[in-house]
């Protein structure tokens, strides 16, 4: 009885003390050079892309900055300023140095340099889809010939882009990376309205991952493309601008003077059209 109740009291005071529930930290230290004189004594700060929150901070002094601290996990994470005129995406860890030219890490850690990898590969298939467009644009310099031939070509490239993210995410699906690929591999899917793409980056992340603010939203996203199927009533979809800044695809509706491209334009032109019943509704300059 005594030696049970020896046990039971060791057990009750380790979980007390946190010691079977403790969350490994990840120790970063962050450090980076800014050219621009007008920074000299300014703040830079870390952001953490999942909720936009600011973790750390650090004063420019002879034009370069450093940080050090611990956080909950290895973060997607930027160095960024109040005005925005500088920034550099990085993964949280030891020894990330940030450039602010390509921005990106210029060196780090693993998970940096796997990130760095990552980036090379992506540039790479961007430029053979670039590459094949220009084939194309000279092969069929008629416009509607051009078009024909890339909504042709379209789906094959984006299931070779889709795969691409999914060997990254699978490979990285608790962890800063596999965070940055699948708000990558969700914009595209979502964007091209690719439902079937879009539960299979889900099913790859790993429990952290689908538990972050990024993840919520992704299956937010699903159950919207589910609810806006053929034979559904459409339903708004919402997302984030460039500058971090909420939006909803409705507002963009109708408005003249913003400038949309590419699969975006093409999704708010098929809302305006859903809306009007207009099948040449337009918005802004494309």
């Not at 971090?244 to 695809?249: D, F, H, M, S």
Request: charged share 25%.
């Amino acid at each position: 009885m005594k030696a049970w109740l020896n046990k039971y009291c060791a057990a009750l005071l380790l979980l007390l003390s946190g010691g079977c529930a403790a969350q490994a930290q990840t120790s970063y230290s962050v450090s980076g050079r800014i050219d621009d004189p007008e920074m000299e004594g300014h703040k830079v700060y870390l952001t953490i892309y999942d909720t936009g929150t600011r973790i750390d901070s650090a004063v420019i002094q002879g034009r370069i900055f450093r940080m050090k601290g611990t956080a909950p996990a290895s973060y997607y994470a930027r160095i960024d300023q109040d005005n925005m005129r500088e920034y550099a995406n990085l993964i949280l860890e030891d020894s990330v140095t940030a450039d602010f030219k390509t921005h990106l890490p210029s060196s780090g850690g693993p998970l940096n340099r796997s990130f760095l990898a990552y980036h090379k590969q992506k540039d790479s298939i961007v430029g053979m889809i670039a590459q094949k467009r220009e084939a194309l644009l000279r092969q069929y310099p008629d416009k509607k010939d051009f078009e024909q031939k890339i909504a042709e070509t379209s789906p094959c490239i984006r299931q070779m882009l889709y795969g691409f993210y999914s060997e990254w995410i699978q490979s990285h699906k608790n962890d800063g990376i596999g965070f940055a690929v699948w708000q990558e591999a969700h914009t595209q899917a979502a964007l091209n309205c690719e439902l079937k793409a879009l539960k299979k980056f889900y099913s790859l992340l790993g429990p952290d991952l689908k538990s972050s603010e990024t993840g919520r939203k992704g299956l937010q996203t699903i159950a919207a493309l589910e609810a806006t199927a053929v034979g559904h009533p459409f339903r708004d979809v919402e997302g984030v601008t460039p500058e971090g800044q909420p939006v909803r695809l409705l507002r963009l509706c109708g408005k003249r003077g913003i400038r949309v491209g590419g699969l975006l334009g093409q999704l708010v032109r098929t809302v305006q059209r859903r809306r009007t019943g207009n099948p040449e509704a337009t918005v802004g300059k494309i």
